[in-house]
Nanobody, 116 residues
Framework: QVQLVESGGGLVQAGGSLRLSCAAS????????MGWFRQAPGKEREFVAA????????YYADSVKGRFTISRDNAKNTVYLQMNSLKPEDTAVYYC?????????WGQGTQVTVSS
């Protein structure tokens, strides 16, 4: 069982930056691939970024490539999403995801609002 708690969301002007954190419980955190997804009002949840269990591989949606960076600290059971050059279209609830084979867990989400 893994519990995920996101933090770091908030209101920021376009062009600004935020860093999201996702703290995980459980001793097996380092075994899980981790990801960030987001859901804007009236839209489906979409993939943002993912990182392998070791941190050696990262993946990004085209819409955030070059602006967002995912990283993890397995010693702290935490995954991060550094978001730079934010745009109003990045406004959404951001969710942390942990996956290992068919098993996955989700956090409750943190709101990110980017004003123009």
């Amino acid at each position: 069982q893994v519990q995920l708690v996101e933090s770091g969301g908030g209101l920021v002007q376009a062009g600004g930056s935020l860093r999201l954190s996702c703290a995980a419980s459980g001793r097996t955190f380092s075994s899980y691939a981790m990801g960030w997804f987001r859901q804007a009002p009236g839209k489906e949840r979409e993939f943002v970024a993912a990182i392998s269990w070791s941190g050696g591989s990262t993946y990004y949606a085209d819409s955030v490539k070059g602006r967002f960076t995912i990283s993890r600290d397995n010693a702290k059971n935490t995954v991060y999403l550094q978001m730079n050059s934010l745009k109003p279209e990045d406004t959404a609830v951001y969710y942390c995801n942990a996956g290992l084979g068919p098993v996955e867990y989700w956090g409750q989400g943190t709101q990110v609002t980017v004003s123009s």
